[in-house]
Nanobody, 122 residues
Framework: QVQLVESGGGLVQAGGSLRLSCASSGRTFSSYVMAWFRQAPGKEREFVAT????????LYADSVKGRFTISRDNAQNTVYLEMNSLKAEDTAVYYC???????????????WGQGTQVTVSS
């Protein structure tokens, strides 16, 4: 079983930055592909970024490519999402997710955090 807890959300002005963290309670953190998803009011949950087990490979949604960076620290059982040049359309609840083998669909992930709100004011 994996428990995930996100932190770092908040209110930021457009053009600003935030760093989200997701801490895992499991001792097998390095066995999981990790990802960030987001969900805005009235919209479906959408893929943001994913990172493989070692941290050597990442993938981003086109909408965040070049602005967001996903990383992980397997010694600290934590995955991060560095968000720069934030836009109003980035406003959403951000969730981290884990799965032994998963891609970019939220339906592929078995474990989820509770989410953290990111609000970007224009």
């Amino acid at each position: 079983q994996v428990q995930l807890v996100e932190s770092g959300g908040g209110l930021v002005q457009a053009g600003g930055s935030l760093r989200l963290s997701c801490a895992s309670s499991g001792r097998t953190f390095s066995s999981y592909v990790m990802a960030w998803f987001r969900q805005a009011p009235g919209k479906e949950r959408e893929f943001v970024a994913t990172i493989n087990r070692s941290g050597g490979s990442t993938l981003y949604a086109d909408s965040v490519k070049g602005r967001f960076t996903i990383s992980r620290d397997n010694a600290q059982n934590t995955v991060y999402l560095e968000m720069n040049s934030l836009k109003a359309e980035d406003t959403a609840v951000y969730y981290c997710a884990a799965d032994p083998v998963a891609g970019i669909s939220p339906y592929e992930y078995d474990y989820w955090g509770q989410g953290t709100q990111v609000t970007v004011s224009s």
